[in-house]
């Protein structure tokens, strides 16, 4: 147990910290090779983890690489235009419709394109806009809080949600079906909670008259118009892969590579550089890091959280399904939820009961947002923003995401029971 605890501590601490020059895919990398050399783990294992990831890792890719197509044509920036002036100049209307936004580019993006992509567009309108420090900070938060606690509805929308959904063989209908209410439910918990926590920093007022038309931000209005029926065939493609159980991967990444094409033969992007521009890191990231994790399971760690489990159950279904989704969350905010959702799958398939995968997706999308190193997708944030000349100290974040976090946690768990 000793190794396979000091080689992931080890790996995650420089992960979270990022040294300069090293990348998170590299130290992934570096620590499943401890692992190995060290016999924590077995070449059988490295094989079996890459048949579990490769096809959520390869999504992804996709799903990131159609985002900045979209984002080079002016997608996003036209819809961040668009639902501020519904807004019609109400401070706290334009906060929900951001939230709204949120919730819809998660949903289809997945989270790290809502930080990736969405952030520095909305960092960049409300500097425009003029908002004081106070107001920015609010409406940062709650946005990149809102790109986790969104991201539960479609096996696309998360990481973790493709990695469980492969796992356990979860059809993206099936999925759909049972995640839908719980997604609902989180994003108006999400809104009405920080709304609640954020109103005294919302101005009343926000002067949109300086802001551009919609249309303007526009780079190229043939690829505009070809991506929403793009994007309409893509989901269609989803429900067709469904059918024929055929990998998610194939119309995530595919779709996105046929789209790079359209949008080069209409001169909307370069092929070379946004693909260049992907984070391959996050390939590395995951295989890494899964197998790092693995080394945990053949410690005996999922032996033991599968024990908890069992000792949930005897308090009833209600009790077992919130239980595991708080379970889930609080491993993720102090360990990150990469490697919980891999720890916990591998333990919720021990106690043979599937529908434990909803509570722990839940609970490893949302539980993150306690703390700052609870994600990818928030250390993602936090880096755009730097680069951007905004810190959020962690203290600062965990003071929101300590009191916002476990009721919209709750209420998203409710609907599973």
């Known amino acids: 147990m000793i190794p396979a605890v000091a080689i992931f501590l080890i790996t995650l601490t420089l992960v979270i910290w990022q040294p300069k020059g090293l990348q998170i895919g590299t130290t992934a990398v570096a620590g499943a090779v401890a692992a190995l050399l060290l016999g924590v783990v077995s070449l059988g294992d490295v094989i079996e983890v890459t048949s579990i990831v490769w096809d959520a890792t390869l999504a992804f890719i996709g799903i990131i690489l ?15 235009i668009k639902m501020a002036k519904l807004s019609r100049g109400s401070g706290h209307l334009m906060f929900v419709n951001i939230l709204l936004l949120g919730a819809l580019v998660a949903a289809f993006f997945a989270n790290d394109g809502a930080a ?7 960092l960049a309108k409300m500097r425009y806009l003029n908002m004081d420090p106070k107001a920015i900070f609010a409406f940062l938060m709650a946005g990149g809080f809102i790109g986790d606690s969104a991201s539960n509805p479609l ?19 099936e999925y759909m079906r049972v995640m839908f209410f ?12 920080l709304w609640l926590f954020f109103r005294k920093s919302i101005p009343a007022r926000i002067s949109i008259d300086t802001l551009p038309e919609a249309e303007s931000v526009i780079k190229n209005e043939k690829m505009f118009r070809i991506s929403w029926w793009f994007l309409a065939l893509l989901l269609a493609g989803y429900f067709i892969g469904d059918i024929y159980d055929l990998p998610i991967s194939l119309f995530a990444l595919g779709g996105a590579l046929l789209f790079l094409y359209i949008a080069a033969k209409n001169r ?17 990231f995951s295989i890494g890091l899964y197998v790092v994790v693995f080394g945990l399971k053949n410690a005996g760690l999922t032996d033991e959280i599968a024990g908890w489990l069992g000792y949930l159950k005897g308090y009833g279904h209600e009790t077992y399904i919130i239980g595991t989704g708080f379970l889930s969350a609080l491993l993720s905010s102090v360990m990150n939820n990469m490697p919980t ?7 919720i398939d021990k106690t043979g ?28 944030w936090l880096h755009v923003l730097a680069k951007k000349g905004v810190k959020i100290g962690w203290g600062e974040y965990m003071k929101v995401g300590l009191i916002v976090t476990p009721p919209v946690l709750l209420v998203a768990l409710l609907g599973l029971v």
């Open 116 to 122: 990736l992509i969405l952030t520095p567009i909305l």
């Open 268 to 284: 909307a992007a370069k092929p070379i550089m946004t693909i260049k521009t992907a984070p391959w890191q996050v390939v590395w």
């Open 341 to 347: 959702i891999m720890v916990m799958d591998l333990a």
């Open 66 to 80: 159609l985002s900045m197509v979209l984002d080079e044509i002016g997608f996003f920036e036209w819809a961040a």
């Open 182 to 193: 719980p997604n609902l439910l989180s994003i108006a918990a999400s809104i009405v909670v």
């Open 353 to 380: 009961d599937t529908f434990l995968a909803y509570a722990n997706i839940i609970g490893c999308n949302l539980g993150p947002k306690m703390t700052p190193i609870g994600s990818l997708a928030t250390l993602l």
């Open 155 to 173: 096996v696309i929308s998360n990481l973790t949600n493709i990695v469980t959904a492969d796992y356990f063989d979860i059809g993206f209908v």
